[in-house]
């Protein structure tokens, strides 16, 4: 069983950049796809970006595509969410989660997953 951390949330402002990080304990990260998903207050939990356990495949929702790049360390059990030119409706906590299989936009299918990390963009 993997266990997941995130890191790097904050408060940026409209336009800014943020890393957020995901640790894996437990297992390698290599036996899993990755997602990325962000919940806002009154909102339902949102896919934002996917990793294939290979890192040789990823996707993005089309709200963050051309701004929000995942990446992935298997060496380092880490897995990376770059997000550039960030807007105010990027304001959610962000979770990562893990899932046996190819990658996938379905919450649903991910079996493991992470506290959250908050990110808030001012205007």
């Known amino acids: 069983q993997v266990q997941l951390v995130e890191f790097g949330g904050g408060l940026v402002q409209t336009g800014g950049s943020l890393r957020l990080s995901c640790s894996a304990s437990?297992?390698?990260?290599?036996?899993?796809?990755v997602g990325w998903f962000r919940q806002a207050p009154g909102k339902e939990r949102e896919f934002v970006a996917a990793?294939?356990?290979?890192?040789?495949?990823?996707y993005q929702a089309d709200s963050v595509k051309g701004r929000f790049f995942i990446s992935g360390n298997n060496a380092r059990n880490t897995t990376y969410l770059q997000m550039n030119s960030l807007k105010p409706e990027d304001t959610a906590v962000y979770y990562c989660?893990?899932?046996?299989?190819?990658?996938?936009?379905?919450?649903?299918?991910?079996?493991?997953w992470g506290q959250g990390t908050q990110v808030t963009v001012s205007s």
């Open positions: 437990g297992r390698a990260l290599s036996s899993y796809a």
């Open positions: 989660a893990a899932r046996n299989g190819i990658l996938s936009a379905d919450n649903s299918e991910y079996n493991y």
């Open positions: 990793i294939s356990r290979t890192l040789a495949t990823t």
